[in-house]
């Protein structure tokens, strides 16, 4: 089975510069346009079946791919992104430095980074959250079971989750919007194929 994990368009909370997590910001016109290529450029594919976040970014991403596609949506709860940024979630980075300046300046990382043991008041423990992205990871392929070809759209966190937890590639990545990881999955073997693989850095 191959497997398509893309990350959502550009959304609100990326233009008004605001922590996003687990706030529900939906796509902004110009996501909407991006995703609108990316699914053209998905569309000799035949992913059958695509999975996603409930997030609006990620949902709103799926559902622009599907309609071009002719596929299923399905949506999995656990595909959401992680909660980084606890009590600052949806608050504007600037704002964010006037209310919450107590809380900012007992970081010694940026806030919600991924790849620290840091916590923002309030944020979901990364043990907790890679043991959910797995879960979901794992339902998808059970739900696929039979397909050549299922898709995945979800969050920057869990693309890292999946690399980390579930490829076991330990150096940090980077996906960018609407980033393309391919996944050649079989049930003892999970790999990155690095070929079609797209927009991450590593």
Known sequence: ?????????????????????????????????????????????????????PYKRAHE???????????????????????????LSGVNKKKAEEIFSGILAKLKYEPGDFYSDELVTGAEP???????????????????????????????NVTRAIYRYILGIKTKVKPSLLAITVIDFQPVVVELNREQTQGVEM
């Open 61 to 87: 991403t799926a559902s622009i791919i599907c309609k071009k596609l002719g596929c299923e949506l399905k949506v999995i709860d656990d595909l959401r992104e992680r909660n980084s940024y606890g009590v």
């Open 1 to 53: 089975m191959k497997i398509y994990i893309v990350r959502h368009g550009e959304s609100v909370d990326d233009i008004e510069d605001c922590y996003g997590g687990i706030a529900d910001f939906p796509l902004t016109d110009a996501g909407r346009e991006t995703a609108e290529k990316l699914a053209s450029k998905l569309a000799n594919t035949s992913i059958k079946i695509l999975y996603t976040s």
């Open 126 to 156: 990364l043990d907790e959250f890679a043991s959910r992205v797995r879960e979901a990871f794992n339902k998808v392929v059970e739900d696929g079971e039979g397909q050549n070809i299922i898709g995945i759209v979800t969050h920057g």
